[in-house]
Each structure stands twice: as structure tokens, then as C-alpha cells.
């Protein structure tokens, strides 16, 4: 290399970046970009800024001439994507580094490019200005997120295709969720783990101890935004008071099915939960465990036979149950089909989902269930189930296998109590 390639290589942010820096190929508007704590996403708002200011020469003219730099706060903007570690002076080159003008809240490239810093705390800012472009830093964190998101999009009227990057770990806030179902959005994610080798070891072992599994780990972390609705039946706070640690030995276990209604790619998943109890001679002292989400989609009815048997023979189950609305005796025929001998129960659900699930949900709030690790799907369900209905899309074909395994363990006829079996856990 020269001595200019390589000066300039550590400028050429295509060469380094992860997948979820770079901004998605098509005709898009906004991309989001979503990820943990320190994930990234500082680095790739400021590197999306300059491919957008930037010409091939200093003073060449780039995509966009007036940006919008929009932080929670205007110190956070100036101190975060302006001056920060991964703010757009550290990552310009000396040739083309735009000065700050303090008393205009603006950045001026050499090529005559301009952009302006805003407050999310002020939406009235936004109005009356004009630009071809922005950056909109942890937006699911302002305060006044929908008025100043409203705002932007009027102003974002110069130039032919006006693009905002938008920087955030998620939280479940409607303008959110929003910008992400609309056609003109794309998104890239990653977790806090995919820029480990920019953050201190130390720091990623103990916040994934502590917080590993539980929603804020989830959210912080791992970049997930986490569906909840008002008045669900379990909320975020119930499921991360339900984490079990170390699992007993059990003395019961079923495997409980939700067959899908149709197949293919397109059909709604085939529900499959393991759960198990630990017996007491007070009914009020047993517990139950969610031991597994096994639940998967897309296959044949052989296919999701086979994965519900494998489940439980992992787990040693003692029986399989399933619920047979959907495809009357033809679920048996399917389970025996793949294993004759398997000890089978058929339950037909006489009542909607929500009430079914609500004797459930009482356990929770007893304190009677728990929860091993890797049951994020699972749990989106919960939080989306209502007295009224379900609120996401689709079926809740895991929340109604999990419904069945408690209900066969916790809520129906109690069974003999026997010597349980010796299980590896």
C-alpha cells in the first residue's frame, strides 16, 4: 500500500464495519438501526452522516447538503454524536472534518454541507427547518418521541429522497413499533456481544451474569424489542421473577402440543412446551417449571410429531397431551405413527384462549411456576395475552402449549405421587 492508502484505510468504514453498520441495499427511507449497549451504533449514525455530506474530494459535494442531528437532550447530541468516542469529528478525516459552530449548533463540512443539532425535548425546534436528511439518536428514549418525530417529517421536503438513520436500543414505545412495520423502513440489529472487540471483557461478563435472560438483559443486551400491552395477563416484571435458577428433580413431566392448523412455511408454529412439578403434601407448596420451548413451524405433521416426541424423550416425559380441535383423532394417529407406545392424552379446549390461559396466569402471580433459560418466544406470547384476546399476530400457539402443560400439572386431578425417575438436568 501507499503511504496514502494507508493513511486513509482507517477511514474506510466499508472495510471494517459489521453487517448491521452498513445500511441495507433498496429504496428505502428510514433505516433503524437497533442493538445492545455498545453494539455499534453511534459508529454507524456517524459513519451514515459522512457517506452522506461526503464527496469523493474535500470539497466534492455529497448526497445530502442539510442534515438534521436530532439526541435525546442537545448536550447529548453535541457530547454523543458530535464530540463522542464514536462521534462524527472522531470519525472524520483531517482533510474533510466539519468545524462546530457552538452558538448555531452546527457542524460546517469544507464542501458547504451543514448539520444542525436538536433537542427531542423541543419538537417546536423542528419546525420551519428544512432538510435532506438525519440522524435521530436513541429515539425510543425521548420523552416527546411522537411530536418530534412528526415534526421531522415535515421537514425532511429538500433533495430527491430524503433518508433519516435512526440509533437505539429498543423499548416498547408505539412510534417504534411503528417506523418498524412501515414499507418504507429496514432495519439491521445485533446484540452487545458483535462489537466485543471494542469493550472490555470485564464488563461483558458481569452484565450478562447478572442480567442474562431477564428483560433488561434482553433489551439492553441483546437489542430485543419486547412487546407488552396494557393489562396483559403476564407482564415483563412476573416473567423475570420467575427465572428457576437451578432446576429440582422433577416428579412429573409432560410434553404439551398445540398442533398447527395448516403447514408450510406460512402456517402458525406448532406450539410444544415441556414443563414439570416438584409434588408437595400441601397442594399450595407445588411447583411447576417450564422446562423447554420446543415449538417450532413449517414442518409437516410427521414433522412436528417427531420434534414433540424428541422433547419428550429429552426430558423423560411422562406423558404427551395435546390438543385435538384442530385435528381430532388424527393428532393421535400422527403421534402413534412416529412412536405406537407413547403415553398420550387428547384435551379439547371448550373455552377461548384468554380464559383458559387466566387460571394459568394465576400461578405466576402465586409464585407457583418458574422458568429455565431460552424461553424469549414464549415469553413475547405471555406478555401479549389479554383477558380480551390475543394482541399480537398470528396464533398464540406457545402460550396455548404452555396453558395446557400447567393446566395438566397444576390444574387438573392431581395424581398418585411415585418415586420419580433419575434425570439429567
Not at 449514525?45 to 459522512?50: A, F, M, T
Not at 452558538?103 to 425535548?121: D, H, K, M, Y
Request: charged share 25%; glycine share 10%; aromatic share 6%.
Amino acid at each position: 500500500m501507499t503511504d496514502g492508502e494507508r493513511l486513509a484505510l482507517p477511514y474506510l468504514f466499508d472495510f471494517w464495519a459489521h453487517p448491521h453498520q452498513l445500511p441495507p441495499e433498496g429504496d428505502w427511507r428510514t433505516w433503524v438501526i437497533l442493538g445492545g449497549r455498545g453494539a455499534g451504533k453511534t459508529r454507524a449514525g456517524s459513519e451514515w452522516v459522512r457517506a452522506q455530506v461526503e464527496g469523493s474530494k474535500p470539497l466534492d459535494k455529497g448526497r445530502c447538503r442539510r442534515i438534521a442531528l436530532i439526541g435525546e437532550t442537545y448536550d447529548q447530541a453535541r457530547e454523543v454524536m458530535v464530540y463522542g468516542e464514536s462521534g462524527i469529528l472522531a470519525c472524520t478525516p483531517f482533510d474533510r472534518k466539519p468545524k462546530f459552530n457552538a452558538s448555531r449548533r452546527t457542524l460546517i463540512w469544507p464542501n458547504g454541507a451543514e448539520a444542525v443539532l436538536f433537542s427531542a425535548q423541543d419538537p417546536e425546534a423542528l419546525r420551519g427547518p428544512q432538510f435532506d436528511g438525519a440522524w435521530a439518536d436513541e429515539l425510543a428514549k425521548w420523552k416527546k418521541a411522537r411530536d418530534v418525530w412528526d415534526m421531522l417529517q415535515f421537514g425532511l421536503r429538500l433533495g430527491d429522497a430524503p433518508r433519516v438513520c435512526v440509533t437505539t436500543t429498543p423499548r416498547n414505545i408505539e412510534v417504534l413499533k411503528e417506523l418498524l412495520e412501515t414499507p418504507s423502513t429496514v432495519s439491521t440489529h445485533a446484540r452487545t456481544e458483535a462489537n466485543r472487540a471494542h469493550l472490555a471483557a470485564s464488563f461483558l461478563e458481569e452484565v450478562r451474569a447478572r442480567y442474562e435472560g431477564q428483560s433488561l438483559g434482553l433489551q439492553e443486551l441483546d437489542g430485543v424489542l419486547l412487546d407488552q400491552v396494557d393489562g396483559a395477563l403476564w407482564t415483563r416484571e412476573m416473567l423475570d421473577g420467575a427465572r428457576a435458577g437451578r432446576l429440582p428433580q422433577m416428579d412429573r413431566v409432560v410434553v404439551a402440543v398445540d398442533p398447527p392448523a395448516g403447514k408450510g412455511p406460512r402456517s402458525d408454529a406448532c406450539g410444544i412446551v415441556v414443563a414439570g412439578i416438584v409434588e408437595a403434601d400441601d397442594p399450595r407448596n407445588r411447583r411447576a417449571y417450564v422446562l423447554e420451548d420446543a415449538s417450532i413451524q413449517g414442518l409437516s405433521p410427521t414433522g412436528w410429531a417427531t420434534a414433540a416426541l424428541e422433547a419428550a424423550a429429552r426430558w423423560e416425559a411422562d406423558r404427551v397431551v395435546a390438543e385435538v380441535n384442530q385435528g381430532g383423532a388424527m393428532v393421535e394417529t400422527t403421534l402413534r405413527q412416529v412412536d405406537p407406545y407413547v403415553s398420550y392424552k387428547a384435551v379439547h379446549a371448550t373455552e377461548g384462549k384468554s380464559v383458559r390461559a387466566e387460571p394459568v396466569a394465576a400461578l405466576y402471580e402465586q409464585g407457583r411456576v418458574k422458568h429455565a433459560g431460552g424461553m424469549d418466544k414464549l415469553e413475547s406470547q405471555m406478555c401479549l395475552m389479554t383477558p380480551h384476546g390475543y394482541e399480537g399476530s398470528g396464533s398464540p400457539d406457545r402460550v396455548d402449549a404452555l396453558v395446557w402443560a400447567l393446566t395438566e400439572l397444576m390444574l387438573g386431578k392431581r395424581p398418585i405421587k411415585r418415586t420419580p425417575k433419575v434425570r439429567v438436568l
